[in-house]
Each structure stands twice: as structure tokens, then as C-alpha cells.
């Protein structure tokens, strides 16, 4: 093992280091998302003591499903980069420079010419793909997901055939600069003689680099996925969306070339902290342009509160009372004395408060006045008046 790499293992954490660190993150993203949520929505709960562990538990499956989401997008590309193409001993000489002082250093122009381009090809194209899909298919869910499978599909064979394009040309100079070596071999000898290279050692050589830029390219759709709800936002205009992701596209190809750079030199804390920076820059960006659409928003919706959730809201009789003053009119459940508000949207739940915005109105009740809610499609009629949106008094 060469001295850096020993010097770079040298710098890792323990194990008790480690989780420590890595739930410092954890809590630093969630506690960053609540914070910027609630500010957005103008409402922060207020958390007693005995909700404390709660909340901590609150704040680490947040910023965890941020973590990982977004180190599929943002890290993990990079680090199979530099791992199995950087330093790979044919390919990493064509990602690489000599320095004056005779040692190979890798080459960001070459990094990004041959390997982030066609990797941002493969993003770019997929958005783009993505949201013509949608606007073709007019929100068919099997036409739009068969167009998507299509579409990622095609972008990843013509990405991955732009990099093999650029492996067979660097694999053939490599031959040409080697007309000793009959097939490739990068093993030395204690004499620094080539070794008898293994048979088909070629064909091995680019199904490894195939499927090292397959490999960077799937997590990243799957992180897309997920964090964009297959990328449809029906806030803004499809051109905006489409230099949105010009500009995410970009960021995220900057970000994991700077890491597979810093992470071939193992630099660990660097090319983490350059992965939270493209994370931390991504969620900023969203919330700019999409506002109650962006991803972090979405985020939350998946766990049930937000602006664009849609609930049944149960309340007693003191609750009642209290919506009334707010000039809302909840509709009595049979003789029981309990009333509900209709598509209510469930803005917090964390606390001993209980969060939601009805009729325009931002109620703030104590759980205790809630009894129930439920989660319904917006389309069933389970008020007097089909799709009812909590009517205002006068109204």
C-alpha cells in the first residue's frame, strides 16, 4: 500500500467516532429541514421535555432519508469514479496529468470530457425526457411510466455508449504505446516486468468500466426518483423546470468530480463535506423556485404533513369552538358531539400542538382537541358538500 493510502486510513474514525459523526449529520440535516419547513409554513411547535426523544427521533429519520437519498446523487457516483476509473492503472493514465514532479495527479478537464459529460448527458436527457413524457401522456400513470422506463432507458445506452466510445480510444492508444503487450496487463513483477496477462484480459477490462459507469448512473436515477416524484412539478412552467434541471444536472456532475478527486487521495471528510455542500445547495435551490412543490417539501409529505396534504380533520367540542372563532364552520358527525373539517391540510403534528390549515386559515389546537384524523382521496364526498374546503363564514 502506497504511503498516501496508508496516511488516508490512518484519518478514518473509529467505530464509536464514526456513529457519532454520522448522527451529528443525521440530526444537522433534519434539524436543518424542520427548521427551514416550519419557517416557510410561519409555525414552529412548541416541545416539552418528555417529547425530546421524540423529536431527536424526528430529526434523524428526516435528515437519514435525506443523507441517503441525496448521497445516491451527489457522492456515490464519485466514489465508484474514482475507485474504478481513476484509479484504475490504464484508464486513471487518461484521467490523469504528470506533474513536475513526476507523480500523476487526475486531471479535471479529462474527468469531465470523458467521463462527467456523458454521465451529464445521461441526467440531463432524462429530465428532459421525463417531463415531455408527462405533458405527452396528459398524467396517464401506465403510459407515463412506460415512456419513463423508455426514456431512461435510452439516455443510460446513449451515455454509457459516449463513455465506451472514449474507453475504446484510450484502451487502443494504451495498445499502441504497448506493442510488447499482447493483451492488456497492468500487474508488475517484483522486477518490474509485466506479468503473463490472463486470457480476454480486453473484454475484462470494458465490461469493468461499463459497468462501473452503469453502476454511478442507476443510484442517481433512483435518487431522482424518489427525491422529484418522477420529476413532475405542476407549480411551475415547463420551461423553468427544464433550467432547473439544466442547473441541477450540472451541479450534481461538479459535485461528484470534485469527490471522486478529493476520495482518490483519501481525503474522506473533504469529499463528504463537498457532498453535504451539493445536498445543502440542491434543497436551497428547490425551495427558491418550487416553494410548497420542492423536494423538501415532498420530503415531509411523504411523512404526512405539508401544504399540499389532504386530511379529514375530527375535533371535540372544545376544538369546535375554537374553529368557529377562527370563522370556520366544521359539520357536525351525527348526534356525537364531534364535528370535522374537510381537506384540511396537516401543516405539524410534533408537540403537544396539533397544526393545520383550512379555508386559508392556519388552526392551532391542542392535540387533546383532536381526537382523530384520517388521511382520504380529496374526490370522496364524506362532507355535506362534495370536494368542501372548510367554508368561511359569510361565505
Known amino acids: 500500500m502506497a504511503a498516501s493510502d496508508e496516511a488516508g486510513w490512518r484519518h478514518l474514525p473509529t467505530a464509536a467516532g464514526a456513529t457519532l459523526l454520522l448522527w451529528f449529520i443525521l440530526l444537522t440535516f433534519g434539524g436543518g429541514c424542520l427548521a427551514t419547513y416550519y419557517a416557510s409554513i410561519g409555525y414552529f411547535p412548541r416541545i416539552g421535555w418528555q417529547e425530546s426523544v421524540t423529536y431527536l427521533a424526528v430529526l434523524s429519520i428526516i435528515g437519514g432519508s435525506i443523507v441517503v437519498i441525496f448521497s445516491l446523487l451527489a457522492f456515490l457516483p464519485g466514489v465508484i469514479w474514482a475507485e474504478a476509473l481513476i484509479a484504475d492503472c490504464i484508464l486513471g493514465n487518461f484521467l490523469k496529468y504528470r506533474r513536475t514532479d513526476n507523480e500523476l495527479e487526475p486531471c479535471l478537464p479529462e474527468i469531465w470530457k470523458r467521463v462527467g459529460a456523458p454521465f451529464a448527458i445521461f441526467i440531463f436527457l432524462t429530465h428532459v425526457g421525463a417531463c415531455l413524457s408527462f405533458l405527452l401522456t396528459k398524467g396517464h400513470h401506465l403510459r407515463f411510466g412506460l415512456s419513463l422506463v423508455f426514456v ?19 484502451l487502443r492508444t494504451w495498445k499502441e504505446s504497448h506493442p510488447q503487450a499482447k493483451e492488456l496487463s497492468c500487474s508488475l513483477s517484483s522486477s518490474d516486468e509485466a506479468q503473463t496477462p490472463t486470457a480476454d484480459t480486453f473484454h475484462s477490462s ?12 442507476l443510484p442517481s436515477l433512483v435518487a431522482l426518483l424518489i427525491v422529484d416524484k418522477l420529476w413532475h412539478t405542476e407549480s411551475i412552467s415547463p420551461l423553468v423546470e427544464i433550467a432547473m434541471w439544466v442547473i441541477c444536472a450540472a451541479g450534481v456532475v461538479a459535485a461528484n468530480i470534485v469527490v471522486a478527486l478529493l476520495f482518490g487521495h483519501r481525503r474522506w471528510f473533504t469529499a463528504a463535506l463537498v457532498g453535504a455542500f451539493a445536498t445543502v445547495a440542491l434543497l436551497v435551490l428547490g425551495e427558491w423556485i418550487e416553494g410548497s412543490g420542492s423536494p423538501l417539501h415532498r420530503i415531509m409529505g411523504s411523512y404526512g404533513v405539508g401544504e399540499n396534504t389532504s386530511y379529514v380533520v375530527v375535533v371535540g367540542k372544545e376544538g369546535r369552538v375554537q374553529l368557529e372563532a377562527y370563522g370556520l364552520m366544521p359539520e357536525q358527525i351525527g348526534t356525537a358531539e364531534q364535528w370535522k373539517v374537510c381537506n384540511a391540510a396537516i401543516l405539524s403534528r410534533l408537540g403537544d400542538e396539533f397544526c393545520f390549515r383550512c379555508g386559508g386559515v392556519t388552526v392551532t389546537l391542542l392535540r387533546g382537541a383532536v381526537p382523530s384524523w384520517s388521511k382520504v382521496d380529496p374526490a370522496t364526498p364524506l362532507c355535506s358538500q362534495p370536494k368542501a374546503v372548510c367554508p368561511r363564514t359569510g361565505s
Open 152 to 170: 431512461a432507458v435510452s439516455s443510460l445506452l446513449l451515455a454509457t455508449n459516449r463513455f465506451m466510445t472514449m474507453v475504446d480510444t484510450a
Open 206 to 217: 470494458k465490461a469493468k468500466y461499463r459497468a462501473a459507469f452503469v453502476g454511478s448512473a
